[in-house]
């Protein structure tokens, strides 16, 4: 039986020891299917009746005292009979029941709160997500439909001998994508590099991370000018660095 909001109230009624009737029957087989919210909500509300029942006062108030209000209401007010004890009972424990369905309703407004939150938070990582896809797509599209798009494959060098890579690139364009498998992850405070040799010299195109598997799909808008003679990838500090320092973990040449 799944669970919805009438369940809620049934536990409410149930905490407060309201006769439920023929619901009875329906909010124990509920409770029975192991309901976690059901019996959270349970436990919570007949804890938060006894301590407020225990707070209500068990005797009249002072004769006084009544009389002082009741004579700020008019003479006639003043001339009623003296509340018992019984009465004064009774409204402790309505005020309880106030208390606590109050208490109910606010438990259940919290948790859809926290509810919309979590959906909210879904929905933006998602977009952000669907964001960031169609940019890589624009970018590939921009690499990949070029006419002058050329392939390199890349080898691994220790200390990632495994590791493989593919870069496309348009000089036209002054953009590249590189494909790569099998590298390690690596600490936060370290980044692959990914480098392009001009006449001789490594120009920094970018640096990107991997993810769990150690796969990463990297878009670079930073080629130089025509004239690409190689490629390597290093591993260095967080943000990269202008000249490589670190170890070469792929490298290749054009065909």
Same mark, same amino acid.
């Given at each position: 039986?799944?669970?919805?909001?009438?369940?809620?109230?049934?536990?409410?009624?149930?905490?407060?020891?309201?006769?439920?009737?023929?619901?009875?029957?329906?909010?124990?087989?509920?409770?029975?299917?192991?309901?976690?919210?059901?019996?959270?909500?349970?436990?919570?509300?007949?804890?938060?009746?006894?301590?407020?029942?225990?707070?209500?006062?068990?005797?009249?108030?002072?004769?006084?005292?009544?009389?002082?209000?009741?004579?700020?209401?008019?003479?006639?007010?003043?001339?009623?009979?003296?509340?018992?004890?019984?009465?004064? %009972? *009774?409204?402790?424990?309505?005020? =309880?029941?106030?208390? &606590?369905? !109050?208490?109910?309703?606010? /438990?259940? @407004?919290?948790?859809?709160?926290?509810?919309?939150?979590?959906?909210?938070?879904?929905?933006?990582?998602?977009?952000?997500?669907?964001?960031?896809?169609?940019?890589?797509?624009?970018?590939?599209?921009?690499?990949?439909?070029?006419?002058?798009?050329?392939?390199?494959?890349?080898?691994?060098?220790?200390?990632?001998?495994?590791?493989?890579? %593919? *870069?496309?690139?348009?000089?036209? =364009?002054?953009?590249? &994508?590189? !494909?790569?498998?099998?590298? /390690?992850? @690596?600490?936060?405070?370290?980044?692959?590099?990914?480098?392009?040799?001009?006449?001789?010299?490594?120009?920094?195109?970018?640096?990107?991370?991997?993810?769990?598997?150690?796969?990463?799909?990297?878009?670079?808008?930073?080629?130089?000018?025509?004239?690409?003679?190689?490629?390597?990838?290093?591993?260095?500090?967080?943000?990269?660095?202008?000249?490589?320092?670190?170890?070469?973990?792929?490298?290749?040449?054009?065909?």
């Amino acid at each position: 039986m799944d669970h919805n909001e009438r369940h809620e109230e049934l536990v409410a009624a149930v905490a407060l020891g309201m006769p439920l009737g023929a619901d009875r029957a329906e909010l124990e087989a509920h409770l029975r299917e192991g309901c976690a919210r059901c019996e959270e909500l349970l436990a919570d509300l007949r804890t938060a009746a006894t301590a407020l029942g225990a707070s209500a006062p068990a005797a009249a108030p002072p004769p006084e005292l009544r009389e002082k209000i009741l004579g700020s209401l008019g003479p006639s007010l003043a001339r009623t009979r003296p509340a018992s004890a019984t009465a004064w %009972r *009774v409204l402790a424990a309505a005020a =309880a029941l106030f208390a &606590v369905v !109050v208490l109910f309703d606010d /438990a259940r @407004l919290r948790r859809q709160r926290e509810e919309l939150r979590s959906q909210t938070s879904q929905l933006a990582t998602r977009l952000q997500s669907a964001e960031t896809e169609l940019a890589q797509r624009v970018l590939r599209a921009r690499v990949l439909e070029s006419d002058d798009v050329r392939m390199l494959v890349l080898g691994g060098k220790d200390p990632q001998p495994r590791a493989r890579a %593919r *870069v496309f690139w348009s000089e036209r =364009a002054r953009r590249g &994508v590189l !494909v790569a498998d099998n590298l /390690a992850p @690596l600490p936060a405070d370290q980044q692959y590099e990914l480098w392009v040799f001009v006449k001789g010299k490594p120009v920094n195109a970018g640096v990107f991370d991997v993810d769990a598997q150690g796969r990463a799909l990297f878009e670079s808008t930073d080629f130089p000018e025509p004239g690409v003679e190689n490629f390597a990838v290093t591993i260095e500090p967080r943000g990269g660095v202008p000249a490589p320092t670190g170890p070469i973990v792929l490298v290749g040449s054009p065909a």
